[in-house]
């Protein structure tokens, strides 16, 4: 693994954006009727009554979430109606805060429905999930493109220099109009229709890209009757490709594919062909000329979002897609992934070098291929690092790295306390609510944390809100981090991996991010960033894992008390540096792609994948032989069906920002209370509600720089 785990960020943010979207925009509509069933015997029919509005679990039933979200898209129908056909003249009062106030029913219901239907999945949830999603679609379309709705904030939008509005209420206001000018409201009839079209077939191709991508990845499986094929792999690995091979009803063991180029057990395996023969299942999975061949959907997708594009008014898809991003232009985000190339692809080779001489040492008589890497890079790691995952555990236990390290980062920082309330409804046995205090001893917000896997929890981890903060209506926030780490067995303690510590202080940044907000309007509230933003205050929390002064006050041993040794330290630290020329490379191959695909222009023709892929590549300095991108165009998920369209370079540029204000820190005195309240007055509680990139300038005094970010990764000169 390298400095952080992409995948889970990945899976954290996606959910945010597709599932968070009503929240996000807040307002949406098709005439809905289906209120039956829908009354005060209903747990969401009211605002909570309990602390904080927190949902009342004990009370609420897998039936209860269908008729309150139906009837909250119904009631916010009705309300964005009264708005749009109000005979009064539009003013920022009946309009634009009126529309802050709409559909106070669905965010309740619909909140906690996405919580439960992520981490607490049953067959009942899951139909409901099934059932509500294209509606929900379309109350918000419906929304986007009500004609008189966008009229009345047109005229508000032309003469909002004249209002008198304050900073806040005059970012809501372009915001808003943005929203809907990006959706196509500006558009004449004829183009609206055009659109809707594009929409549509835009998300025809999407669904079917992704359904033949899930067949291709499962018939991209490797299956083997000859143990001898998996020599390498432990008896638990060997065990459950036995038991992978059983539920597929297969003879022998099967391994497999995950959604990257590499593959895990590549890393294991000491029988050279097994390695290619997966390798190779994993770079064809969806070229393989047969059904689940994605070639034709992506030449299409790319095509059509560039004609989307041009119909908006944009030269390509990435112009319009960034124009509401803190990169804004494709050019920002190309020239900030292009002055990384150099360093990434120059220690990527140097490490390349270090793997050949390795092989030559061993008598390999071969040249480093691709599915050679992981292999002999553990090696390299284990000869370097030695790092023992079983000789760290103990100094890592759940409740410890809780309360002495990510609460007291928290507290030395921002001041926070934390008590745990045992009388808030929770939704399952292990989840665990906490009271969030200020400073001043004031409550502030509730946290819940839901740290251990389940069966029918989602992969990953993320933080998300079940009441969302504003001062507008009154409400303070409660918000949630999910995890699946490993669940002791009863009585015994709960111990991590630096990995799984890591990810705590990550997803409790997104819960500061969320619990410090000190905003008016719910939509520029906390998380309700962009993506190339969302990830900066999450991964700029991870950096105090391993501050000193922290580190030092978690990471002690369970059974003694004793803290860390200084040489079992010193390799965690060292090993964070361990490979990142490849990992970042392969990253950098991924976003550039991703920047190559929508940035054509409209008038280009059908693209052959292939050709356009090793052209790209080759152009952009990123074709390294043994060094593949994280994922090829043809299984692209992020960016073809996830809603990371020209968006896959925010896991680099927001790690900018990170480092970039660790950086800060460090060069300001670390972690002092007056740096934390400085950054917390000047960003973390700011959301959305000033231009991003003059935020972040604002407090940094100066242009983000990518120095400390090569620096953290170990990737300057001499390093
Ligand atoms: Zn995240």
């Not at 005059?170 to 409201?185: N, S, T």
Request: glycine share 6%; with cysteine; proline share 5%.
């Amino acid at each position: 693994m390298g400095k952080r785990s992409f995948e889970t960020v990945g899976e954290a943010v996606i959910t945010f954006f597709l599932l968070g979207a009503v929240a996000m925009t807040n307002w949406a509509a098709k005439a809905q009727t289906a209120t039956a069933g829908f009354g005060p015997g209903n747990p969401f029919y009211a605002e909570s009554a309990l602390p904080f509005h927190a949902p009342p679990f004990d009370k609420i039933k897998d039936s209860d979430y269908q008729p309150a979200i139906d009837a909250g898209m119904a009631e916010q129908i009705a309300e964005v109606e009264a708005i749009a056909n109000s005979p009064e003249p539009p003013t920022f009062e009946n309009t634009i805060v009126a529309l802050e106030r709409s559909g106070q029913l669905l965010e309740r219901a619909n909140d906690a429905f996405n919580c439960v239907s992520q981490a607490n999945l049953d067959d009942e949830l899951q139909k409901v999930m099934e059932y509500e999603a294209p509606r929900l679609a379309a109350h918000q379309d419906a929304i986007n493109l009500n004609p008189k709705l966008f009229a009345r904030i047109k005229a508000i939008y032309q003469k909002r220099a004249s209002l008198g509005l304050d900073p806040e209420s005059l970012r809501l206001v372009e915001y808003d109009y943005q929203q809907f000018v990006k959706a196509g409201a500006n558009l004449s009839e004829a183009d609206k229709q055009k659109l809707k079209k594009l929409n549509e077939e835009e998300s025809t191709l999407e669904t079917t890209f992704m359904t033949k991508l899930q067949a291709a990845a499962k018939a991209g499986a490797y299956a083997t009757t000859d143990k001898a094929a998996l020599a390498g792999l432990s008896e638990g690995q060997i065990a459950s490709a036995a038991d992978a091979a059983k539920e597929h009803k297969q003879e022998g063991w099967l391994l497999p594919l995950q959604n990257t180029t590499q593959q895990p057990d590549l890393t294991f395996l000491s029988n050279r062909a097994t390695r290619e023969a997966i390798f190779e299942n994993s770079w064809n999975r969806a070229e393989r000329g047969d059904a689940n061949d994605t070639r034709s959907t992506i030449a299409r997708l790319a095509q059509l979002r560039a004609q989307k594009a041009a119909l908006l008014g944009y030269p390509n898809f990435a112009a319009w897609d960034l124009t509401d991003q803190m990169a804004k232009t494709p050019q920002a985000a190309i020239d900030f992934i292009d002055a990384l190339v150099p360093a990434a692809t120059a220690r990527a080779k140097r490490e390349g070098d270090d793997i050949q001489a390795l092989i030559d040492a061993q008598h390999g008589g071969f040249t480093l291929q691709p599915w050679d890497w992981e292999f002999y890079a553990e090696q390299v790691r284990k000869a370097k690092y030695d790092l023992d995952v079983a000789q760290v555990k103990p100094y890592f236990e759940l409740n410890n790295v809780l309360e002495n390290g990510v609460f007291y980062a928290a507290h030395e920082l921002y001041g926070l306390t934390f008590k745990e309330r045992h009388d808030i409804p929770v939704y399952q046995q292990d989840v665990r609510v906490f009271e969030v205090f200020d400073a001043d001893g004031k409550p502030m917000a509730l946290w819940y944390c839901d740290y251990f896997k389940r069966d029918n929890k989602n992969g990953g981890a993320w933080m998300d809100q079940l009441v969302s903060a504003s001062k507008l209506m009154n409400q303070r926030p409660v918000v949630f981090n999910v995890a699946n780490f490993e669940k002791p067995a009863p009585g015994q303690p709960a111990l991590l991996s630096f990995d799984d510590v890591t990810t705590m202080f990550h997803e409790f940044g997104h819960a500061l991010h969320g619990m410090l907000a000190d905003t008016e309007y719910p939509s520029l509230s906390g998380t309700q960033t962009p993506r190339d933003f969302v990830e900066f205050p999450s991964q700029f929390n991870e950096h105090w894992a391993s501050y000193p002064a922290v580190f030092d006050h978690y990471a002690k041993n369970y059974k003694t008390g004793e803290p860390m040794p200084a040489d079992l330290k010193a390799k965690i630290e060292k090993s964070k540096t361990f490979n990142q020329g490849y990992d970042m490379t392969e990253i950098l191959a991924a976003a550039r792609l991703d920047m190559c695909w929508h940035t054509l222009p409209a008038t280009a023709p059908l693209e052959n994948p292939d050709v356009f892929e090793t052209d790209a590549l080759q152009q952009t300095h990123l074709a390294l032989h043994a060094v593949p991108p994280r994922y090829r165009s043809s299984y692209f998920l992020h960016i073809w069906a996830n809603g990371y369209d020209a968006g896959y370079y925010a896991y680099l540029w927001t790690e900018m920002l990170d480092d970039d204000a660790f950086q800060w820190f460090l060069d300001h005195g670390g972690m002092t209370r007056a740096n934390g309240d400085r950054f917390r007055r000047m960003v973390l509680s700011r959301g959305n509600t000033e231009d991003l990139e003059k935020m972040y300038e604002t407090w940094l005094g100066g242009k983000p720089n990518i120095e400390p970010m090569l620096k953290f990764r170990g990737l300057k000169d001499g390093d």
